[in-house]
């Protein structure tokens, strides 16, 4: 199965794309000036963050950056389109041949660039019957539109691309509140020979819907010795199935030409100058790398908290990264809204001593968490009855089965288990010595490996 | 000349010679204490009147906004006295291929007034002290100038601010100002002039330098050899004028602008065919509302009827130039030779402060002899005027000669935003040289 | 420029036209192809821009400047409850 996306974001820009007009309007149709509304007359002025929000996430897709670009006019009829035009880079995308990871696979970007997004429709009438209703605060707003290579193998890969890709893009420019329902895609997908197109699929959790049907609408067809057709779908987020496409059937050419009103714009001084910051999922994979942390902790770490990443290596740096995996992603983690709020700047210097001593074995676990309860402002857990080793067993047992990820990591990264050690030290409060709970939970793995 | 006195000048000119597509109707309106008064081509957007660029597809359609050219006079002090008449978005060289009104020349009611800024052109004829603003592609400045027999000055592209300009080649349209002399123009060129934060095209200008002179011209013999034996002789009677001014007048080869013409029209309408899209009955002028059919036949039959043969035709033209398969051959070639002609003029420069030829290669036509042009030949009546537009150079057409009592014109292109050197020769002439007033005008 | 061809490029821009026009219109238009076939002998160059004059890095800060009059430019269009009313989709 071969599957490509072509993904459209929306740039968190004050004013739109080619105009001073707000990217957030209320009411319908509030937000709008002559140029967004394509009166006659009009004419485009590029937004300057948007250039470089475009440039920096092409630069952040590894991508060759192109250094001299400009806009070109696709023009086609629709409703939503005011110019019935979109203002668009077709021959010097801001970037092209770049790559983006999702684990260790490797995901091919074709290219990246930035265009204007039309207004938004909203259908009145009879079935069959329907008009357009048109609120163009949306139209202008600025889109970056990220196409991949057919490099990704199913529904559930281009979901987790999608999501990663969200994650780090956040950090890198900021999105919107609700990026994961307002991103949107064209999936290409084959299971077999032809590729089969869905235009214009909303959300995160669609495009992975739509993906999943399509794969199975193409298996079957195919396993019934059926020939899949070569066609554009459109999916239909009520049946949650994918249907030929049913209006834009006219005939379009096009015709691309450069937009003279908007020049030329020489991006490649600007994309060498930029420092890019680093971004949460790699930053997981450097400190996977530099601390030897197992992927699983070290992508929750950075997810939980930039701040929680920044603890960890505080203590990986002088303890070592196991020890700073189990107390930055049990104790501290679990209490860490608290331990911040209370502490701020003074956390790390606080934190530190504890650590210190039980590393240097001069207090017991049950200790050190206790004076971290106490540095979170709650109450220490008063000391249980030591419970039978039998609830131990089947406590370690649920959580290696609820997490099979960490199974097929530990195959590979003995440390795998760290994540799964803080979890049963948080479950169980101290009540056993981290050392019992270590071995109990190796042995666990161990039969299931 | 007092308010009653213009108001009577307006009248004539629209109900004789078909100027105006709106105008000032109230006397009232032309009282006042006002610098000057002026008038604008009906593709420049003006919040006081219709803007309808000539079409039935923009029947009623009053702008939100005035052109920033329009908006600069208004502050000057000027009273916007109505909007002229034009061959449909620009598309012509007659101003006969209008849905409103076609201007009649006034020297001859039976001639047209050139196009597409023909009503811009003989308002500056008809009305004593009158700056009329015109609109230049591929010509449409000279043309009318020329055949109205008065001053038409395009200047640089991107010299004068396009906003709330209605669009015809976006890389190729200019505003610019005829008048019956060449002084109103210079005094009122500064004013149009200068970067506009809504026109990033407008942005990269050097000041306008009213300075500067012309001591030798270059004349391509390429251009003057397809000429009328009346209008070279004609031609070469101002050259020996030019020289007995002083000015030295030298033959040169330039064989790039064969390819001017081709390219202008594929450029042209290859980027009007893009600006005329958003004309669909939907958002503006002539809105239609049928549930009947879907939206694209709805587009399809609003264009259809609301649109003139001349726009359709460079419509499909333009369309056809971008589309997958011909853009290189066409669309992108033409790009490419535009280049090609800029630096044969830069070549030419080096050796003259500026280029001069006829502006038209006869006077303006009978509408009967223009009834039964083919298209193709009234593309070549653009073939002097093309070449510097498609360069983007400023230009001036200044009345020459009288030929069987009708203007003809001669044009002189200076490099890029050298506007000043035109005008200075323009003033120069004037004393060398008397221009006649038309009947229509006294 | 064929008949066909022309109605293809017609469909394309939106134009209804009459066979009388598709006729018209083919001829005019291969007669003007004909002049354009001379740009062939013209050398090609990748030194090429997309206006006459250079206009370059033209750039507008990412500061709001609400339109002030919305309403004005709602007038021009027929609208519901703010919806500006477009035609069928189907």
Known sequence: MK??????????????????????????????????????????????????????????????????????????????????????????????NGHFMVGDR??????????????????????????????????????????TAPDLT??????????????????????????????????????????????NINGLRNIERALKFEAKRQSRLLAAGKKIVRETRRF????????????????????????????????????????????????????????????ASA??????????????????????????????????????????????????????????????????????????????????????????????????????????????????????????????????????????????????????? | MNGAELAAAVRRADVGYQVFAERLEDPIAYEGDHAFHFSTKDNLCSIDFQTRSGSRILEGYRPPFDATAIERLRKAGGLLIGKTNMDEFGFGSFSTNSAIGVPRNPFDLERCCGGSSGGAAAAASLIEDHLAVGVSTGGSISCPASFCGVVGLTPTYGRVSRWGLIDYGTSLDKVGLLSASSAPIRRYLPVISGPDPLDPTSQTQPPLDMSGGIDSVAVPEEMVADLSDDMRDAFQEAVGKLEGMGVEVLKVAMPALRYAL??????????????????????????????????????????????????????????????????????????????????????????????????????APRFDEIETMTALEAYHADILTVPPN???????????????GMPAGMQLAAPHWKEGRLLSLAERWESEFQYRIPEGRT | MDEETVRKVARVARLDLTDEEVSKYAADLEDILSTFEVLDEAPSTEDFDLDPVPVEDRLRDDEVLAYPDPARLRREMRTADGWVRGPRLT
């Open chain 2, 262 to 363: 081709p390219a202008y029209y594929i450029l042209a309408t290859a980027e009007a065919s893009t600006n005329m899209a958003r004309y669909c009955g939907m958002r503006y002028g002539d809105i239609v509302e049928d549930t009947d059919l879907g939206f694209n036949e709805l587009f399809s039959s609003v264009r259809s009827r609301g649109l003139g043969s001349e726009t359709k035709r460079r419509i499909l033209l333009g369309t056809f130039c971008r589309m997958v398969g011909l853009r290189d051959r066409y669309y992108i070639k033409a790009l490419q030779v535009r280049q090609l002609v800029i630096r044969q003029y830069e070549e030419a420069f080096q050796g003259a402060d500026a280029v001069l030829t006829p502006t038209m290669p006869y006077v």
């Open chain 2, 390 to 404: 498609l360069a983007g150079l400023p230009h001036i057409s200044l009345p020459c000669a009288y030929i069987g």
């Open chain 1, 299 to 449: 992508r929750q770490m950075v997810l939980t908290s930039w701040e929680l990443a920044d603890m960890f290596e505080a203590l990986a740096s002088r303890f070592g990264g196991e020890a700073a995996t189990t107390w930055t992603l049990g104790p501290l983690a679990s209490h860490w809204k608290e331990l911040q709020e209370r502490h701020g700047d003074r956390l790390e210097s606080n934190v530190v001593p504890i650590i210190e001593q039980v590393c240097a074995g001069t207090i017991t676990d049950a200790e050190a968490r206790m004076r971290l309860d106490v540095l979170a402002g709650r109450e220490a857990a008063p000391a249980a009855a030591p419970a039978a080793e039998g609830d131990l067993k089947q406590l370690v047992a649920r959580l290696v089965d609820s997490h099979p990820e960490v199974v097929k990591d530990y195959r590979t990264n003995p440390r795998a288990a760290n994540f799964l050690i803080g979890q049963v030290m948080k479950e169980t409060q101290g009540r056993y010595a981290s050392k019992e709970v270590s071995d109990m939970i190796r042995k666990e793995l161990e039969k299931r490996v």
């Open chain 1, 236 to 295: 239909d987020e009520e049946l949650g199935t994918t249907l030929p496409s049913r209006e834009k059937e006219f005939e379009e050419d096009y015709g691309y030409i450069g937009e003279p009103d908007l020049g030329t714009y020489v991006i490649g001084p600007m994309a060498r100058a930029m420092e890019l910051p680093e971004t949460p999922l790699a930053r997981a994979s450097r400190l996977e790398r530099e601390h030897g942390v197992a992927a």
């Open chain 1, 106 to 147: 490797r995901i091919g970007i074709w290219e990246a660039h930035i265009e204007e997004d039309p207004g938004r429709i909203k259908r009145a009438g009879r079935a069959g019957e329907e008009v357009a209703l048109v609120d163009y605060n949306r139209s202008g707003v600025p889109l970056v539109e990220i196409v």
């Open chain 1, 3 to 96: 599957i490509g996306l072509e993904i459209h974001i929306q740039l968190p820009t004050r004013t739109k794309l080619f105009c001073s007009c707000s990217t957030s309007g209320d009411e319908v149709n509030s937000s709008v000036c002559p140029i967004c509304l394509g009166f006659p007359g009009s004419r485009p002025m590029l937004n300057r963050r948007a250039l470089e929000m475009g440039v920096s996430i092409a630069k952040f897709l590894n991508c060759e950056i192109t250094d001299k670009v400009w806009f070109s006019r696709k023009t086609y009829f629709y409703p939503d389109l005011a110019k019935n035009y979109q203002i668009t880079q077709y021959e010097t995308p801001l970037g092209r």
């Open chain 1, 154 to 199: 199913t529904p559930e890969e281009a979901r987790a691309f999608l999501s990663d890709l969200l994650i780090e893009l956040r950090h890198l420019v900021g999105l919107s509140p609700q990026d994961e329902t307002t991103v949107r895609a064209d999936g290409n997908i084959s299971v077999g020979e032809e590729r089969v197109e869905i235009k």
